[in-house]
């Protein structure tokens, strides 16, 4: 049975958040390369107005976030994670009325000279209510109950994040029937969910293109 982790006297896992690191490195050099060829001055201010100096803000708020993180004790996650999942949820029926649209997708929230995507945030929050579910001692993935409630957690963000419409954010949350089959999910009955969730894609896709 999953458990949210323990607290340990080593809680981080350093092979993961060594990747983690490396890939926001990667991802970092590749937009300040971008941006090398229009010239970045000496003035930090300036630097930090910039698509590479945005991104160094947004990694440094990450990080302490991070650090937040693994700070709180991990009982106070597993007793807010369906609250924070309820306001990522929230978040995304905002976007509707109220969100900016960029590239023909309302994804983001408009704040000042920044730019907020709950679709990002709301995969935190809906990894930490499926964790919240599958810890519960009531859940067994075997039974057809804990089938639907646990397709329904995603399901949720998923279709909301569709109504944007944003498909590639979706399909993230299709990684979760890994977990799930992992805990007792029937294959058949997952293979059946993937091909009818990505048939539902490929169609609302196809619709938001002949409109536009």
């Known amino acids: 049975k999953t458990r949210m982790r323990a607290r340990t006297k080593t ?10 690191l490396g890939l926001v490195a990667i991802g ?5 390369r971008v941006g090398y060829g229009e010239g970045y001055s000496g003035d930090i201010s300036e630097f930090l107005t910039t698509t590479a100096g945005r991104q160094t803000i947004w990694i440094g708020i990450s990080l302490i976030v991070f650090l937040a993180t693994i700070v709180i004790d991990e009982k106070f996650w597993q007793t807010f994670a369906y ?14 009325p109220f969100g900016k649209t960029i590239k023909g997708a309302t994804s983001w929230f408009s704040l000042g000279g920044f730019t907020l995507q709950p679709s990002e945030i709301a ?10 579910f599958l810890s519960t001692y009531s859940t067994n993935l075997r039974k057809f109950k804990s089938q639907i409630t646990a397709v329904g957690l995603i399901a949720v963000p998923m279709l909301l994040i569709l109504l944007q419409p944003d498909a590639g ?7 979760f029937f ?12 997952l293979a059946i969910s993937i091909g009818a969730v990505s048939l539902l894609i490929i ?6 293109a002949q409109i536009m």
């Open 203 to 208: 169609g609302l896709v196809n619709d938001t």
């Open 123 to 132: 995969k935190v929050g809906t990894c930490l209510a499926v964790a919240a």
């Open 83 to 96: 609250v924070i999942y309820v306001g990522c949820m929230l978040m995304l029926l905002l976007l509707l």
């Open 11 to 20: 809680p981080i896992d350093w092979m993961t958040f060594s990747i983690y």
């Open 169 to 175: 954010s979706a399909l993230v949350f299709l990684s």
């Open 178 to 189: 890994l977990v799930f089959f992992r805990e007792g999910f029937p294959a058949n009955f």
């Open 28 to 32: 970092w050099l590749m937009l300040y």
